[in-house]
């Protein structure tokens, strides 16, 4: 059984920075894409950035040049580190596969950007 349990968010002024890390119990992560999603009040979730089990990685419009994704397969973590942060960043982030699989969604971690 996976669980993926994100941390790693807070309150950041704008322009400042976060990493977020999304662990995996479960033996399968290292073999799938992983995805980071967020998701703003009144908004649908989206997809922020995307990695492959070889590392290759995608990134939203909007994040691109601001925001990293890595992943650690020994470690079983995915990362997202968040640099030059924007009010309109804030959202509830959440990790999953990508294509995301409904039962894996778990709470995510609140980031919150100040102006």
């Known amino acids: 059984q996976v669980q993926l349990v994100e941390s790693g968010g807070g309150l950041v002024q704008s322009g400042g920075s976060l990493r977020l890390s999304c662990a995996a119990s479960?033996?399968?992560?290292?073999?799938?894409?992983m995805g980071w999603y967020r998701q703003a009040p009144g908004k649908q979730r989206e997809v922020v950035a995307s990695?492959?089990?070889?590392?290759?990685?995608n990134y939203a419009d909007f994040v691109k040049g601001r925001f990293t994704i890595s992943r650690d397969n020994a470690k079983r973590t995915v990362y997202l580190q968040m640099n030059s942060l924007k009010p309109e960043d804030t959202a509830i982030y959440y990790c999953?596969?990508?294509?995301?699989?409904?039962?894996?969604w778990g709470q995510g971690t609140q980031v919150t950007v100040s102006s």
């Open positions: 479960g033996s399968i992560f290292e073999l799938y894409t």
């Open positions: 999953n596969f990508l294509p995301s699989l409904s039962r894996y």
């Open positions: 990695i492959t089990s070889g590392g290759s990685t």
